[in-house]
């Protein structure tokens, strides 16, 4: 285009600025000296993308809009002419095209929300339109998925068209296809498809790419990752075969997985990369297991390519070779022989001759390849005649698949050759149906470009060349696992070392990395190719068609990045900058001179490799990296030359550089269609283009370097034998993986820098910018196995063994290591290879610097390129001063002493500094002692003569000492167990120690030496390291620790807060520490060896000891829950023994002292039924004591050992009493009195056991008969007081209490240090449950808060400030976390476990009642002490003159203030303010023990009730002697009013029986005289409403009427209600009205049981 068309389109320079991106250059293919032409008609617009046909083409524009050019002969109006410049599709505007696609005749457009549309030629109904020959405008399609309800609209992504189909690839990466022909990969016969239908064989697999050739189809697919191994299917899913048979023999089981499918489906690609498929030696011999196995007259064509399939797919060939097209389907690609005779005829010379040559050529030429991991089994085009080796591998993947271990030689190769012969050759008996049908005629065989692909095919390989091994070699991540290749001479040596070679070169596979692959493109890819394969173009090794989509397996591990199809040819561009290429090779459009080949080889090398390709209908274009970086055209097909007007036509040799191409400016895209051939160009505005591909430029050199080094060197290096110990090579392995790694994101980034360049180029989408994270973290992972590598002298002991290996290679190594200096040393070059790509960084800065000088400062892309620019640099320079002290490291153990540096010597250890120079000494160290000191980075070491000393630096506190303080210049050391003083020889030498050691113990504490802060230049070091810190340590010469671990916070060199240790005897502690002490809460346990079961200890301790409140779990069963001191039972605590079921169940609950059962302790044996109450000494019952048994029988007196002796009193259910001496249990022995219940008695000496016989010398006495009966026996009445004072017992418990406030003894210590023992306790116990917040429930934790307020008294006294106190104790009672809420709960616990079960005994009820009078005065004793203000027991708190209403007194009618009191106001006992907290908890088996003492009464009591509740109401009130006044007229039933007449019942006097009857549903004595009153007060109501006047009660009117209420009332237990109020209600209530009130009640219970009924 010359400059006046120019000016045409562009007034001024800006416009020209704007538009030096995306220039479009065309010229005419067929010859290699062009000039290209600026495409007129663009106007300044850059373009993005363009695509030709064979005589068109699309350009799309950064708009989004869609021009085309050339001829259009569908547009209307341009079906003969063609259009001078571009026009633009409007039909397409406004919807933003994101890609367009060009086939031979017709066109598609994707858009930004995935819709396609198409237009152009659609005769075969690539167009996706029915019935209409062509389409004029854009039209767009529908794509629906039918497999989901509702039917979703799938989007799409890329689009793909050849010359009758295309291809559609969606946003989830599957393929859909329409079209004609079986290039569309669908399983139908019915043409033209029109409506998208997905190609479900690859239904599944993550497509990438997908290109169309005229008539063949490729796809681009990434590998299954190894780990995701499906589970196999059990039947084919096209066929619904079985995939898996078992055949029968007399001797063994065949079990064959070779299933055929008939579909032409080569099934084991459905399978994972790694499952190998492998016939058996069943099938082998022709008797296939799937029955008929559709052998349609194609046969001939497969058996001309055995050896290639063979060759190119051992395993999944067998399966997919074998009638790949349904029998009805032949396409005019397909070479078919007439009849069977000529085919057997063909079969017998073939096999006779090349086969059997090849064999023999190959037994004695082939190579041996000393385990060669390099050889992926043999499913990969090997050296020459790999038939062999196929074969081999057949044999012994057929040998593994049944079983056997194979260790056959040959043999076995020789011997299943014939049955792959017969597998191959002889057709099956049943032919299928309709086979041939329409075949050409066998002139076929004649043309000479096919037999050219069947030689080729056969013969090829023998040819190939030895380089072939090294361009076929295989990094692909999915090697097969099998046999290696040659099993020519199988010695089990040989397969010793070719496994080994194997496992130790597992490492080398680029290990998958899921974020990377996710991130940028993948390389662990795979080719897959259908359609027509007339030509070899779909790289099956065959000239077959595939009606369905097969990975062409010589391309696996390629690294294949992106395909190109053309006319009857494919190109694969491969990361490493390489191509290969197969199909037609007419014009030499493959770039190599081989004839037509059917497996891609690779092509002549263009420039320092390719990163783009294109191919043309018959010739291709490849965009090479050049020197300067600037991107050179090179292009390989037909060569037209004009000599004096003769055409004459040549082919290229090899890819021909288009010089004038390189003048245009930098290209980005090239594209070849048909006659044309198209590039966009970038002009390099203020070197942004240039830097950009030189980064990419670079990015791809480097890879391919990195590439060569993982091949040449690591595999080889890998695979020697001699490589010294493990751990050497399991470091080799190390470094090698991580270097794989970082190679493999190289190549991943190289790969998406190609693919940035053909895009829009903005800089803030560069991968490494956007992942900087990926390359930073590759670069220090790599960077810290190599040089821990380094530090071990891996490089030293590599050199020996690898000495021969390196010595070859040595040109190899100098041009990958870059060292051009002579007589280097081995180690250095490997040095140098393996610090190499540490380079690169700096590199990847200097170019993103460059970038950002083409931006504005203030743009942010400035800032962004600007800073990962210092992040690479800044990671450069910390990567380089690792390699600098990892070879101070090594310069240093070269000099150290050789024993200790195999203890010392580990890959992370690196060395800081050390004091050979005497620049450090111990202090108070001897005269000739040596001490050198070394630190490391994660410890010092103290080395003297022959012995070390580690000190590892995360436990290691250093201080400088001052001069004053010692006049020493020194540092001071603490460790857990040491602690020594290091004298320095100048200040400076201090300065410079206490700095480093300061320094390495932050980094070893912060772990993260490897992970600098990018981009804020290295982290700033501390000034010193904390003093608190967490650390792991074992302990060494500690007497108690000795061996044992400790994890958790440290102090000064102590452990102190939370930690772990565990010892080596399998002791462990859990818990807090404090200044090296267990203490605070914790849990222990220790192994018990004989019964292996644990001791389990939770609670608190106290320097290093148990104290205070735990659980202790023996490992024999036992369970100790209480208080500890010392490490022994000490204070109150509770002792189960045993299960039920076990020999001696049994319970003590009391106080212990040093570890023995000491004071007042309650003893339940449950084997024996007794339970005993009293003192104990030394584990021992001593003192006075009481003993119930469960039957009946009940002793108080003393004790000694264990045993009733001296004084007692035995009582017995029936009430006989024996009082006087006692030698043993239930032993009479001395001076005593008997008793009987009738109240005789006998006085005198008696001897022996109680119930069986007892001696008697003594006087009966018969008691006068007319006493008073009702006195009980005297003994009776003495009941309690040979017992323990109810004072004296559980002291451990108050006492416990008290010290938890802070007092020595009861009632002596300050008041404020309680409050704040309190608060203590209670914040303490809140921490510590909220690690476990299921302990605490919602109102628990509000209780908790509210106990936060001390009520607080100013002032006088008053009953608002009682009412405060009363309300502090209620909540501090509910929480056992208060002090108080503790010892209520402890108190509960001790008297439940006295008086219930055997202690359920009714003489116990007097002591049950003493013991709860007892706990008040001494609960009330704390209260007074937190609150002294609270009067004393008994005092009065005066009413405020608000609160004194008058109130109309229930019996005198005077009103007057409370008669009880002489003053006014409210009296204050330990009754009234603590009963109601405690009484509810104790109340069951208080009650219980009121029950039983009063069952006979109670009874004669009930029955009265029951009879005389028989009576009507007027019945009853008239026998009661109820003045008639006072009977009720009339009662309200269910709200209705009501006569009374003669047959009412259970209706007068209702509310009032309805009240007392809560009697029941109180606790407290104060409550129950609340329900009497109120009765009371009913009953006046009602008889009030009776009347209709004033009136005041007398007791004689009152009494009936109450006596009934009692009576409908009905309570069982009315006798247990009256003996408990009467026990415990206040004193001062007792001549009050409600102790009148009561006196009432009282007297009616005993007029019940004396009611005479007449």
């Given at each position: 285009?010359?400059?006046?068309?120019?000016?045409?389109?562009?007034?001024?320079?800006?416009?020209?600025?704007?538009?030096?991106?995306?220039?479009?250059?065309?010229?005419?293919?067929?010859?290699?000296?062009?000039?290209?032409?600026?495409?007129?008609?663009?106007?300044?617009?850059?373009?993005?993308?363009?695509?030709?046909?064979?005589?068109?083409?699309?350009?799309?524009?950064?708009?989004?809009?869609?021009?085309?050019?050339?001829?259009?002969?569908?547009?209307?109006?341009?079906?003969?002419?063609?259009?001078?410049?571009?026009?633009?599709?409007?039909?397409?505007?406004?919807?933003?095209?994101?890609?367009?696609?060009?086939?031979?005749?017709?066109?598609?457009?994707?858009?930004?929300?995935?819709?396609?549309?198409?237009?152009?030629?659609?005769s075969a109904g690539q167009c996706a339109v029915a019935d209409q020959p062509c389409v004029p405008e854009p039209q767009p399609i529908s794509i629906s998925d039918s497999e989901t309800s509702p039917l979703l609209t799938v989007r799409i992504l890329q689009l793909a068209c050849g010359e009758e189909h295309t291809l559609a690839l969606s946003l989830s990466r599957e393929i859909w296809a329409w079209g004609s022909g079986c290039q569309l990969g669908l399983i139908t016969t019915a043409f033209p498809v029109t409506k998208p239908q997905k190609v479900e064989h690859l239904a599944g697999r993550v497509v990438l790419q997908i290109a169309c050739g005229a008539y063949h189809s490729l796809a681009l697919v990434q590998c299954l990752p190894a780990q995701e191994m499906k589970p196999i299917p059990e039947r084919c899913n096209h066929c619904s075969q079985l995939l898996i048979t078992m055949t029968d023999k007399e001797d063994h089981v065949i079990i064959s997985d070779s299933h055929c499918c008939p579909l032409g489906v080569a099934l084991s690609d459905n399978q994972p990369e790694n499952h190998v498929f492998c016939p058996s030696l069943e099938t082998l011999k022709g008797k296939s297991v799937t029955g008929s196995q559709s052998e349609d007259c194609q046969k001939p064509v497969v058996e001309e390519h055995t050896l290639v399939a063979l060759e190119s797919d051992g395993a999944s060939m067998l399966s997919s070779n074998d009638g790949q097209e349904d029998s009805g389907i032949s396409s005019p690609g397909n070479i078919l022989f007439p009849d069977k005779k000529e085919v057997k005829e063909y079969l017998i010379s073939l096999s006779d001759h090349s086969l059997n040559?090849?064999?023999?050529?190959?037994?004695?030429?082939?190579?041996?390849?000393?385990?060669?991991?390099?050889?992926?089994?043999?499913?990969?085009?090997?050296?020459?005649?790999?038939?062999?080796?196929?074969?081999?591998?057949?044999?012994?993947?057929?040998?593994?698949?049944?079983?056997?271990?194979?260790?056959?030689?040959?043999?076995?190769?020789?011997?299943?050759?014939?049955?792959?012969?017969?597998?191959?050759?002889?057709?099956?008996?049943?032919?299928?149906?309709?086979?041939?049908?329409?075949?050409?005629?066998?002139?076929?065989?004649?043309?000479?470009?096919?037999?050219?692909?069947?030689?080729?095919?056969?013969?090829?390989?023998?040819?190939?060349?030895?380089?072939?091994?090294?361009?076929?070699?295989?990094?692909?991540?999915?090697?097969?696992?099998?046999?290696?290749?040659?099993?020519?001479?199988?010695?089990?040596?040989?397969?010793?070392?070719?496994?080994?070679?194997?496992?130790?070169?597992?490492?080398?596979?680029?290990?998958?990395?899921?974020?990377?692959?996710?991130?940028?493109?993948?390389?662990?890819?795979?080719?897959?190719?259908?359609?027509?394969?007339?030509?070899?173009?779909?790289?099956?090794?065959?000239?077959?068609?595939?009606?369905?989509?097969?990975?062409?397996?010589?391309?696996?591990?390629?690294?294949?990045?992106?395909?190109?199809?053309?006319?009857?040819?494919?190109?694969?561009?491969?990361?490493?900058?390489?191509?290969?290429?197969?199909?037609?090779?007419?014009?030499?459009?493959?770039?190599?001179?081989?004839?037509?080949?059917?497996?891609?080889?690779?092509?002549?090398?263009?420039?320092?490799?390719?990163?783009?390709?294109?191919?043309?209908?018959?010739?291709?274009?490849?965009?090479?990296?050049?020197?300067?970086?600037?991107?050179?055209?090179?292009?390989?097909?037909?060569?037209?030359?004009?000599?004096?007007?003769?055409?004459?036509?040549s082919c290229t040799k090899s890819p021909v550089l288009l010089l004038s191409c390189s003048k245009i400016g930098y290209i980005s895209n090239v594209i070849?269609?048909?006659?044309?051939?198209?590039?966009?160009?970038?002009?390099?505005?203020?070197?942004?283009?240039?830097?950009?591909?030189?980064?990419?430029?670079?990015?791809?050199?480097?890879?391919?370097?990195?590439?060569?080094?993982?091949?040449?060197?690591?595999?080889p290096l890998l695979g020697l034998d001699n490589l010294g110990n493990a751990n050497t090579i399991q470091m080799l392995q190390e470094m090698a993986s991580r270097f794989s790694r970082l190679c493999y994101l190289i190549g991943q980034h190289g790969a998406s820098l190609s693919s940035f360049l053909h895009g829009v180029k903005e800089a803030r989408s560069l991968a490494i910018l956007k992942h900087s994270s990926l390359f930073l973290d590759s670069y220090t992972e790599y960077c810290t196995s190599v040089t821990n590598f380094l530090v071990m002298g891996g490089f030293m002991l590599l050199a020996k063994p690898a000495v021969d290996f390196l010595s070859k290679n040595q040109e190899l190594l100098q041009k990958l290591s870059e060292k051009n200096e002579e007589n280097l040393q081995l180690v250095e070059v490997l040095n140098a290879l393996f610090f190499m790509p540490f380079g690169r960084l700096h590199n990847y800065a200097r170019t993103l610097l460059k970038l950002a000088t083409c931006f504005e400062v203030a743009s942010p892309e400035y800032q962004k390129l600007q800073d990962s620019s210092s992040c690479y640099e800044s990671l450069a320079v910390h990567l380089s001063r690792k390699r600098k002290e990892a070879e101070y490291t090594l310069g240093f153990w070269k000099t150290f002493p050789g024993k200790m540096t195999d203890s010392l010597r580990k890959p992370e250890r690196r060395l800081i500094c050390e004091s050979s120079n005497r620049g450090l000494s111990l202090q108070h160290a001897g005269r000739f002692s040596v001490n050198w000191f070394i630190l490391f980075n994660d410890a010092l070491v103290h080395a003297q003569f022959s012995t070390h000393h580690i000190f590892p630096l995360s436990t290691l506190w250093v201080e400088a000492l001052s001069e004053e303080a010692g006049s020493v210049s020194g540092l001071k050391i603490t460790t857990p167990e040491e602690q020594f003083v290091l004298v320095s020889s100048t200040p400076q030498e201090k300065t410079k120690w206490l700095r480093a050691i300061s320094q390495a113990v932050d980094q070893a504490l912060r772990g993260t030496s490897d992970l600098i802060l990018y981009g804020a230049g290295g982290n700033v070091p501390r000034q010193e390291p904390p003093i608190s810190r967490s650390a792991k340590y074992t302990f060494y010469k500690d007497p108690r620790f000795k061996d044992a671990v400790y994890d958790g916070r440290w102090l000064s060199g102590k452990p102190h807060?939370?930690?772990?240790?565990?010892?080596?005897?399998?002791?462990?502690?859990?818990?807090?520490?404090?200044?090296?002490?267990?203490?605070?809460?914790?849990?222990?346990?220790?192994?018990?060896?004989?019964?292996?079961?644990?001791?389990?200890?939770?609670?608190?301790?106290?320097?290093?000891?148990?104290?205070?409140?735990?659980?202790?779990?023996?490992?024999?069963?036992?369970?100790?829950?209480?208080?500890?001191?010392?490490?022994?039972?000490?204070?109150?605590?509770?002792?189960?023994?045993?299960?039920?079921?076990?020999?001696?169940?049994?319970?003590?609950?009391?106080?212990?002292?040093?570890?023995?059962?000491?004071?007042?302790?309650?003893?339940?044996?449950?084997?024996?039924?007794?339970?005993?109450?009293?003192?104990?000494?030394?584990?021992?019952?001593?003192?006075?004591?009481?003993?119930?048994?469960?039957?009946?029988?009940?002793?108080?007196?003393?004790?000694?050992?264990?045993?009733?002796?001296?004084?007692?009193?035995?009582?017995?259910?029936?009430?006989?009493?024996?009082?006087?001496?006692?030698?043993?249990?239930?032993?009479?022995?001395?001076?005593?009195?008997?008793?009987?219940?009738?109240?005789?008695?006998?006085?005198?000496?008696?001897?022996?056991?109680?119930?069986?016989?007892?001696?008697?010398?003594?006087?009966?006495?018969?008691?006068?008969?007319?006493?008073?009966?009702?006195?009980k026996p005297k003994a009776l009445r003495k009941l309690g007081i040979l017992a323990v004072p109810p004072d004296e017992k559980w002291k451990a418990v108050f006492e416990e209490c008290w010290n938890q406030l802070g007092c020595e003894s009861p009632g002596q210590g300050d008041r404020w240090k309680a409050w704040d023992n309190i608060a203590v306790a209670l914040t303490t116990n809140r921490r510590q449950h909220k690690d476990s917040p299921e302990l605490l429930s919602r109102s628990h934790t509000q209780t908790l808060e509210s106990l936060e307020f001390i009520p607080q008294h100013i002032g006088a006294f008053t009953l608002e400030k009682y009412e405060n106190i009363r309300k502090y104790l209620t909540k501090a009672c509910d929480t056992p976390l208060h002090p108080l809420g503790k010892l209520v709960e402890t108190l509960v616990a001790v008297y439940r476990m006295t008086y219930v079960g055997v202690g359920a005994n009714r003489r116990l009820l007097q002591e049950a009642v003493r013991e709860i009078k007892s706990y008040l005065r001494r609960i009330f004793q704390l209260v007074r002490f937190l609150f002294p203000d609270l009067p004393e027991e008994g005092s009065t708190i005066p009413f405020l003159a608000t609160e004194t209403k008058g109130r109309r007194s229930f019996c005198s009618g005077k009103s007057e203030s409370r008669s009880e009191s002489p003053e006014p106001g409210y009296v204050v006992t330990s009754f009234g303010l603590l009963l109601p907290v405690l009484l509810p908890r104790l109340y069951p088996p208080l009650f219980m023990l009121y029950a039983l003492d009063n069952e006979r009464e109670e009874d004669i009591y009930w029955e009265c009730v029951l009879r005389l509740n028989k009576q009507t109401d007027m019945a009853l009130l008239s026998f009661l002697g109820v003045q008639v006044k006072f009977w009720p007229g009339t009662v309200s039933i269910l709200g209705e009013s009501r006569k009374v007449s003669s047959n009412t019942k259970d209706a007068c006097f209702a509310s009032a029986v309805e009240c007392l009857q809560q009697?029941?549903?109180?606790?407290?004595?104060?409550?129950?005289?609340?329900?009497?009153?109120?009765?009371?007060?009913?009953?006046?109501?009602?008889?009030?409403?009776?009347?209709?006047?004033?009136?005041?009660?007398s007791m004689d009117d009152l009494f009936p009427v109450f006596l009934y209420v009692v009576l409908r009332a009905r309570i069982r237990n009315l006798g247990s209600e009256v003996h408990l109020i009467e026990d415990l209600m206040d004193p001062y209530l007792q001549h009050g009205e409600q102790g009148i009130m009561f006196t009432t009640l009282k007297a009616c219970y005993y007029q019940i049981q004396h009611e005479k009924l007449t």
């Open positions: 285009m010359d400059s006046q068309e120019r000016s045409l389109f562009c007034s001024s320079e800006e416009a020209e600025g704007a538009k030096e991106r995306g220039l479009v250059y065309v010229w005419k293919a067929g010859s290699c000296s062009v000039t290209p032409e600026r495409l007129p008609g663009l106007s300044g617009k850059t373009v993005l993308q363009a695509a030709l046909g064979i005589h068109h083409g699309l350009l799309l524009t950064e708009g989004g809009e869609v021009y085309s050019f050339g001829r259009l002969p569908w547009r209307s109006g341009l079906e003969e002419s063609c259009p001078a410049g571009p026009v633009l599709e409007n039909t397409l505007l406004g919807r933003h095209v994101i890609t367009v696609a060009a086939g031979s005749f017709h066109n598609g457009a994707v858009t930004e929300s995935g819709v396609v549309y198409m237009w152009g030629n659609n040559e090849n064999l023999k050529q190959n037994i004695c030429t082939e190579p041996e390849q000393p385990s060669q991991e390099e050889q992926p089994s043999a499913c990969i085009p090997g050296p020459p005649g790999t038939s062999t080796s196929a074969l081999n591998s057949l044999v012994a993947s057929c040998a593994s698949a049944v079983g056997v271990r194979v260790t056959a030689t040959y043999e076995a190769g020789a011997l299943s050759l014939k049955k792959v012969m017969n597998f191959y050759g002889t057709p099956s008996s049943e032919p299928r149906s309709q086979s041939g049908g329409g075949s050409p005629g066998p002139e076929a065989l004649k043309d000479s470009r096919e037999e050219q692909v069947r030689l080729e095919s056969m013969q090829g390989k023998k040819s190939s060349s030895l380089v072939d091994i090294r361009e076929e070699e295989s990094e692909g991540g999915s090697r097969r696992l099998s046999l290696p290749g040659l099993l020519s001479q199988v010695s089990p040596r040989l397969l010793r070392k070719v496994g080994r070679a194997k496992m130790r070169t597992v490492a080398l596979t680029p290990t998958y990395s899921g974020e990377a692959d996710a991130l940028l493109p993948s390389l662990r890819t795979e080719v897959w190719s259908w359609g027509k394969g007339k030509e070899g173009q779909l790289g099956h090794g065959d000239v077959l068609p595939r009606l369905q989509p097969l990975c062409v397996k010589s391309l696996d591990g390629k690294e294949v990045i992106h395909l190109s199809a053309g006319g009857h040819h494919s190109l694969a561009l491969t990361a490493k900058s390489q191509v290969y290429s197969w199909g037609s090779n007419l014009c030499g459009q493959l770039g190599h001179l081989n004839s037509p080949t059917t497996v891609p080889r690779l092509t002549k090398m263009c420039g320092d490799g390719v990163w783009s390709t294109a191919a043309g209908l018959d010739y291709s274009l490849f965009l090479a990296d050049e020197e300067d970086f600037q991107p050179g055209l090179y292009y390989s097909g037909q060569e037209t030359t004009t000599e004096d007007n003769l055409y004459e036509n070849a269609g048909g006659h044309n051939c198209l590039v966009l160009v970038d002009k390099n505005v203020m070197g942004y283009i240039a830097s950009l591909h030189e980064l990419a430029s670079t990015e791809r050199r480097f890879y391919f370097r990195l590439s060569e080094i993982k091949s040449q060197v690591l595999r807060g939370r930690g772990i240790l565990k010892w080596a005897d399998g002791r462990m502690y859990s818990g807090t520490f404090r200044t090296g002490l267990e203490d605070g809460y914790g849990e222990y346990r220790v192994p018990n060896k004989a019964l292996s079961k644990d001791d389990h200890y939770v609670g608190y301790w106290k320097e290093g000891k148990m104290c205070g409140h735990g659980v202790y779990s023996y490992a024999t069963g036992e369970v100790y829950e209480g208080c500890f001191q010392d490490n022994m039972r000490h204070g109150h605590g509770l002792l189960r023994s045993g299960k039920l079921t076990s020999s001696s169940p049994s319970m003590f609950i009391g106080q212990w002292t040093m570890d023995k059962k000491s004071g007042y302790g309650v003893f339940d044996d449950i084997t024996r039924g007794e339970k005993y109450m009293g003192m104990w000494q030394d584990d021992l019952c001593q003192g006075n004591g009481v003993v119930v048994t469960q039957f009946g029988l009940y002793y108080e007196g003393a004790f000694s050992t264990n045993k009733m002796m001296g004084t007692g009193i035995l009582l017995s259910e029936d009430d006989t009493v024996y009082e006087g001496e006692f030698s043993d249990n239930w032993t009479l022995s001395g001076k005593g009195t008997l008793t009987l219940p009738n109240g005789d008695y006998i006085e005198g000496l008696f001897s022996g056991e109680w119930g069986s016989g007892i001696k008697i010398t003594g006087t009966y006495f018969k008691p006068s008969l007319y006493e008073n009966e009702k006195d009697i029941s549903t109180t606790f407290t004595p104060a409550d129950k005289l609340k329900v009497i009153q109120q009765t009371f007060e009913e009953i006046s109501q009602n008889v009030l409403e009776t009347l209709q006047e004033d009136f005041l009660w």
